[in-house]
């Protein structure tokens, strides 16, 4: 599993920062989540629209968690390079700054890649 470095353009954009996990799936997101005392409030698969082929059988994930005084929504694509698959996930974050901040450290903490 990879962190995705967050990258923060303005003040506004500190305050929902947009995390990305590579090689987890939604559905392993959304428990680290419920760890941090958030609840899944919706999940589902769907279908992407577009061009035909394998694209349009490969579904793409949504998500939200919601805990004390933040919101996580998630979306997962998943890549393939030849004949490895990976998932990408990312998560975005909104809500009170301080929560928002306890969440995105938390998520370091759970991927053992603080620090890195």
Same mark, same amino acid.
């Given at each position: 599993? +990879?962190?995705g470095a967050?990258?923060?353009e303005d003040e506004a954009e500190r305050h929902a920062p947009v995390v990305v996990l590579r090689g987890v799936g939604w559905r392993m997101v959304a428990r680290y989540l419920e760890k941090f005392g958030g609840e899944l409030t919706?999940?589902?698969?769907?279908?992407l629209a577009?061009?035909?082929g394998l694209a349009a059988a490969?579904? +793409?994930?949504l998500a939200e968690v919601a805990g004390k005084g933040w919101?996580? +929504?998630l979306h997962e694509e998943v890549e393939f390079t030849g004949a490895l698959r990976t998932n990408r996930v990312e998560v975005s974050l909104s809500g009170e700054p301080d929560a928002v901040q306890q969440v995105v450290l938390g998520?370091?903490?759970m991927t053992h890649l603080e620090g890195r």
């Open positions: 599993m +990879r962190w967050v990258e923060f919706t999940g589902h698969e769907e279908p577009g061009s035909g490969r579904p +793409r994930v919101r996580a +929504r998520l370091r903490r």
